[in-house]
């Protein structure tokens, strides 16, 4: 397996773009929120040869594979087992200054989508397991069999957007009460059968619905949600940061927790501003920015990309 050929990582000349400005200080430190198979990091450790590198995955396999494919800048990188969440305490366990760039490469990663055995593609049969971490939590082959219609509801319709999600509960429930839903075939069938006639063409019926499964499987805007703070805070001064998500949840908490660290909190008839109350960041993309029309083409896992950075222009409280 070559894992240049699997793995393309999504606008990665972009990212090395924005965060380049802030990696050239010697000593700096990058963290690669969403490590992943190493793509990223392996860009920013060969365009940076003096930074170093902190790398983050909750999936073990990932970390494998990406120790292995980053193991010529051992002595430069430092990679945890641990959901991004847990950033700050990752950063301190290295001993090293606080990080000039941070990463996120958000949602489901090309090793999870193309592992059969994982269950995250709905155009392939297998277990439905959607863990991104493999060694605990819940499946979604349990949230299927344990959660009532409502709970059913109520995720497919928040994390997955989708319209139906009603009527795709209601189908869950009836079906398993003769034969639990433990394959991901087995959900696209009923799914399928459930949708009426007249939407069969307006994209697959099971998209959402997968997407919502995986989000509470990994409880993935709750760890976002926490994450984010947690990276702002730890930003260097004239550190930067930048977030790729691939679903409008995921770029609303990142957009407004961005807008949030640069707003003045002074009231607007204030003539001086304290210090203490002017913005700690700076955009430094104008809205979301897609991958282009080349990249979209060779790569169509960029298509939903929508991608945000800021630099830190105030000392952190």
Not at 45 to 57: N, S, T, Y
Not at 208 to 218: G, K, M, P, S, Y
Not at 309 to 317: F, G, L, P, T
Request: include cysteine; proline fraction near 5%; charged fraction near 30%.
């Amino acid at each position: 397996m070559d894992i240049r050929e699997i793995h393309i990582p999504v606008m990665k000349d972009r990212a090395l773009e924005l965060l380049g400005p802030a990696l050239t200080v010697e000593g700096a430190v990058v963290i690669d929120a969403t490590l992943g198979m190493g793509g990223h990091s392996e860009a920013l450790l060969e365009a940076f040869p003096e930074v170093r590198l902190i790398g983050l995955d909750r999936d073990a396999d990932a970390l494998a594979i990406a120790r292995e494919r980053l193991s010529r800048f051992a002595a430069r990188i430092h990679l945890v087992h641990c959901v991004y969440d847990e950033i700050a305490e990752a950063w301190r366990g290295t001993g090293w200054p606080s990080p000039r760039g941070i990463l996120f490469d958000l949602g489901v990663s090309s090793l999870h989508l193309d592992e059969k055995a994982r269950g995250f593609a709905y155009a392939q049969d297998a277990p439905l397991d959607m863990r991104m971490n493999a060694q605990e939590g819940v499946t979604a082959a349990d949230i299927l069999s344990d959660y009532s219609e409502g709970q059913l509801r109520r995720i497919f319709e928040v994390y997955g957007e989708e319209k139906l999600s009603a009527r795709y509960a209601r189908a869950i429930v009836a079906e398993r009460a003769d034969r639990p839903i433990e394959r991901s075939g087995h959900l696209v069938d009923v799914l399928q059968a459930a949708t009426p006639a007249a939407l069969s063409n307006a994209g697959h019926p099971a998209k959402r619905v997968f997407q919502a499964l995986r989000i509470e499987v990994n409880a993935e805007l709750d760890a976002l949600s926490l994450a984010m703070p947690r990276a702002l805070d730890i930003l260097a001064l004239h550190g930067r940061i930048v977030v790729m998500s691939y679903q409008s949840l995921e770029d609303k908490i990142v957009k407004a927790e961005l807008a949030e660290r640069c707003e003045t909190r002074a009231p607007a008839d204030l003539p001086v501003v304290p210090e203490h109350l002017l913005p700690q960041m700076r955009l430094i993309t104008r809205g979301a920015e897609q991958a282009d029309a080349a990249e979209r083409a060779r790569n169509p896992r960029s298509i939903p990309v929508r991608l945000r950075a800021a630099e830190r222009v105030r000392e952190a409280a």
